[in-house]
DNA sequence: TGCGATCAATGCTTTCAGGGTATCATATGG
DNA sequence: CCATATGATACCCTGAAAGCATTGATCGCA
């Protein structure tokens, strides 16, 4: 047995008439008739009633129309899909970001995605950008928004958004009535910041900002997690320079300013170049798309 | 593409080499090898990631595999299925039955069938003695309970139950004092009665029990529905003479007493000889195993 | 009742899909 | 750099299945 004998049951119990179920299936009378015999005995069921003048199912034919029509129909959609995942308009795309992208690019970004890809389903993981990297190489990733870096080892990378970082502090701290902050007010201040094996980029900014002017920032905490971060300044523990995109939602305590001469950080999109994955390289166009329109 | 080239496909997939694929599939490598190029060239899809050295399914071969395993899985279902059907196991059985059983062998036999057969629908239809032999002519019906007559062309009948007839009427009747009740007493009463064309059986067995004295009933109604006829004699329109196990669920005002010399009604089950449902023959088994019973 | 028409089954021939064997090509590891 | 493992190719051969011609059975109509 097999799907072309059900093709072929499925003819004859359609048509009731071998004539006419033969012609369907492109062939003369005599070996469709054999086939039918075929199925019949390798299944050792009699599917149809016959004599040389009428053709009708049998109870168990009947039945076995109904279970043809379904795996007939489940085989040609298999096939089909196989062929939408090749070409990436169905299947799956893992898709990490950073927290630090959350509020900005990547919503747009995924909206933009699935009004084009509708049969792609985004597996989301938030990670920090030092995992990023590692899942991109893993292949555990088939791409990811993150600060940009020159390490793009098999990596390509699209510049999604510049962001700049601002200072954010608690409503009563002493800087939040300051006229203008840069790296000479910071330096003795309490900064909290990410670890630089969480995320280089980001801290290696937040230190050429200060070795510019010859300074060390005084870094006294490195939470691993940017929503840590922002807790603890909240608590007064000490201030912090994070992307003005998360900026605009912070807790009701506190405040942000910018910074004089205030760095930048690159928000790219990255998956390896070796993907297998064919939804990834419409994943791509689209952050190139959105390069155009933002910045 | 077919069954054979999933199967293909599948053994690849999970073994990930192809000389112990072919194994699998009691073949050499070579033509294995080149089902498998045969496979991807008809979906014009790479499912398979090679060299000399590794095999590696694609996003898309990923994909496919779960399809082939369930279109693999519902195609074996399909063949195992219509051998069940054939040998009677599964399928469906359309059973009609007189309203006069359903209060006495019915619920026993569809009870016993269905756990003989649980994967047999039976689809009960509540029928006159006249529509349940036209219906069994016709193959609308595959079997039915009845009452028994002569006319049993094509039909295989089991007999399941004997039944007197006993008559009922309002409490507040005058029969319903009287110490013996026969002909004589009723033939000046006023009998409800199903026509002749809707229960032949059972009209004859009455006017039998009166012309055996001569005498014939005096018939004032004939409703199709037993239904019917119970409310009719409740609200005194007149008496009737139905099957004894009915008198056990009379409403609160009716009554019902027995007669001398009480008429008898064969309730048989009947299925056409030619029936091509294999499920009707454990039925008719069933219904001779009752018979042994109940008798 | 017999004849022609219709339609499924059977016999025979042919072809090509698909399996087998031998061999090649390539990547890996010691 | 060679031995080994493994997938791809080349070539041959068998048999499943298609085609053609024909038979056999049933039905309708004269």
């Keep these: 047995m097999d799907t072309r004998h059900m093709r072929y049951f499925m003819a004859l119990a359609e048509t009731l008439h071998f004539g006419r179920a033969a012609e369907r299936m492109n062939m003369s009378q005599p070996p469709f008739s054999r086939q039918i015999a075929m199925i019949e005995h390798s299944l050792g069921v009699k599917l149809f009633e016959r004599n040389s003048r009428n053709v009708a199912l049998t109870p168990a034919g009947k039945h076995f129309m109904k ?60 990670r920090t950008p030092t995992e990023i990297d590692e899942m991109l190489v893993a292949g555990t990733l088939d791409a990811a928004v993150t600060f940009g870096s020159e390490y793009t080892l098999n990596l390509q990378t699209v510049l999604l958004a510049r962001e700049r970082l601002r200072i954010i502090m608690r409503k009563d701290h002493v800087l939040a009535a300051a006229r203008q902050i840069g790296p ?18 980001l801290r290696s900014a937040i230190n050429s900002y200060f070795s510019a002017k010859g300074l060390v920032p005084h870094v006294v905490l490195e939470p691993r997690l940017q929503h840590t971060i ?14 003005a995109s998360l900026c605009n939602e912070l807790g009701g305590g506190l405040t942000s300013r ?38």
Excluded: W
């Design 67 to 126: 279970d043809c029509r379904n795996v007939l129909g489940q085989f040609e959609d298999a096939c089909r899909d196989v062929r939408l995942v090749a070409s990436g308009m169905k299947g799956e795309l893992r898709f990490g970001f950073m927290m630090h992208a959350a509020h900005s690019v990547v919503p747009q970004l995924v909206q933009l995605y699935s009004e084009a890809r509708p049969d792609v389903r985004l597996v989301l993981d938030e």
């Design 258 to 295: 910018a910074l004089s001469d205030s760095p930048q950080l690159d928000v790219v999109l990255r998956a390896p170049i070796t993907t297998k994955n064919p939804a990834v390289s419409t994943f791509m166009e689209i952050g190139k798309a959105m390069q155009q329109t933002s910045i």
């Design 230 to 243: 922002i807790q603890l300044v909240a608590k007064g523990l000490g201030v912090a320079l994070i992307p």
């Design 184 to 201: 000479m007010a910071l330096c003795n201040e309490r900064i909290i910041a990410a670890p630089v094996a969480t995320a280089p980029a």
